[in-house]
């Protein structure tokens, strides 16, 4: 919100939670945000729910990613993916834990999850702290 304003000429509420990113877009400068949250969703039943985190350029989502993979929805949808992690038929999404590097894949087409297992316990402890 605060980038609309000011690229529209306004300023800012300072008691405002957000970050100026407009300098950024003007120059393609170094960005002021590290991390972001997506969802923190307590959703019942718990398979439904979904938090998602970004900590540089990695993404950790928990529970369900999404209907379909990619950015817009495809001819076809391929849902092996996401039934091969199913964990039991009630709560299919309940611990899936998907990990993507957005740098090198902004489409999240490859889940790094089981290749960096470090990776996710720190984003995940991270998102526990926005939870609490």
Not at 57 to 74: D, E, R, S, T
Not at 102 to 111: C, I, Q, S, T
Request: with cysteine.
């Amino acid at each position: 919100m605060p980038t609309v304003l000011i690229a529209a000429g306004g300023f800012p509420d300072s008691n405002m939670d957000c970050v100026d990113q407009w300098d950024n877009l003007r120059t393609a400068g170094e960005l002021k945000r590290s991390e972001f949250v997506y969802n923190i969703d307590d959703m019942k039943p718990e398979g439904c729910g979904h938090a998602a985190i970004r900590m540089g350029v990695y993404k950790l989502i928990k529970g369900y990613p999404g209907a379909y993979k990619g950015w817009y929805k495809p001819d076809q949808v391929d849902h092996r993916h996401y039934e091969e992690s199913t964990l039991n038929e009630t709560h299919p999404f309940i611990d899936q834990m998907l990990l993507f590097n957005l740098k090198d894949d902004p489409n999240e087409h490859v889940d790094l999850s089981e290749k960096h297992p470090d990776i996710v316990e720190k984003l995940k402890k991270r998102r526990d702290d926005y939870h609490k």
